[in-house]
């Protein structure tokens, strides 16, 4: 036996000494040992690394993974998320990351594929708990009889821009806790209350979100590009006039003339444009026929004081029924 290694144990004594005859010293020994033991460092609970492609499925892993999980977002909140500019952190991120949550639909098409080849995390793959793709159970909108390159950025599943209905943001919060419990089933009673809070959120704003737009019911709304048929769809607009030709191609004067005269027969009053789009085009159109460009964007972050996503369907509601008015 290698008496050495006993002596530097700076615990032997103690523990001999409690078994010991001294049992006047016991007790203090046996304090002694609790201390020492104390201070020896905790190791806490890893939080769960957590990838999420844009900002809305980002904050809804921060809604219910709260302090246990860790959240990297790609795409900035005022980036166009079909052009994001991948990064070598990216893969990086990837590599390590516990979870991904991404579209599913598409969007992500042009960036996401080369960086999953490059990280090599099999956890991430389709199908795996740590995959989350937003769209599981969403009935896209717009889907296309034929793509073609002709028909410009059009997604062959549909329109993947569903996260602003609330009640398709709920859905895509219930497949995060899902995946979270899989994952981590020592905190899925934490994640399954988190999602529960957020669902009542949603609920309780839902009338409150309806009651505001109510009144503007079936009116029509021009849009730079085609975002928001999922917004229209639950709020009871009609947002199917856009100065974009087709998805994805600038817009000719040509065009923004033929948008000019619908928007004047349909006495259209707002033209929804996003951060990344040319807010002076939305500007030269709206001058034409008497309407307001209206500053909307799709992720929490993008817009002033709309660091949630709760924050962000206020904004927009808030900023639609104001120009509709």
């Known amino acids: ?124 793959d389709v199908g795996k708990p740590g995959r989350v793709q937003a769209s599981q159970g969403v009935r896209l909108m717009n889907v296309p009889a034929n793509v073609t390159r002709a028909a410009g950025d059009v997604h ?54 309806g009651a505001t737009l109510s009144p503007f019911k079936g009116q029509h709304v021009a849009a730079y590009h085609d975002s928001w048929p999922y917004f229209g769809h639950r709020f009871g607009l009609e947002i199917d006039i856009f100065l974009e030709p087709k998805p994805g191609i600038p817009p000719s004067p040509s065009h923004l003339a033929e948008v000019i005269g619908q928007m004047k027969a349909q006495k259209i009053k707002a033209v929804i444009v996003e951060p990344y789009h040319d807010r002076k085009i939305a500007e030269r159109v709206a001058s034409a026929t008497g309407a307001q460009v209206v500053d909307f964007a799709q992720y929490p972050g993008a817009l002033p004081n709309t660091d949630t996503y709760i924050k962000l369907i206020d904004a927009l509601v808030s900023r639609l029924a104001t120009a509709l008015k």
Request: glycine fraction near 6%.
């Open 1 to 124: 036996m290698n008496t050495n290694l006993i002596k530097k144990n700076p615990f032997s004594n103690v523990v001999a000494g409690i078994g010991g005859p001294g049992c006047r010293h016991r007790r203090w020994r046996l304090q002694l040992l609790i201390a020492a033991l104390a201070m020896i460092p905790f190791v806490a609970h890893a939080k769960l690394n957590v990838v999420a492609t844009l900002p809305d499925l980002g904050s809804f892993a921060r809604e219910i993974g709260g302090d246990n999980v860790s959240v990297t977002v790609l795409a900035k909140p005022t980036e166009d998320p079909h052009f994001v500019d991948a990064r070598p952190s990216f893969v990086v991120a990837l590599r390590s990351a516990d979870v991904l949550i991404d579209g599913g639909a598409e969007l992500e098409l042009g960036w996401l594929p080369p960086l999953l080849q490059n990280a090599r995390n099999a956890k991430l």
């Open 156 to 209: 062959a599943l549909g329109n993947p821009h569903f996260g602003v209905d609330p009640i398709i943001a709920k859905a895509i919060a219930q497949h995060i806790a899902q995946s979270f419990s899989a994952i981590d089933p020592a905190n899925a009673t934490t994640y399954d209350a988190n999602y529960k809070k957020f669902e009542a959120s949603i609920n309780s704003k839902l009338q409150q979100w």
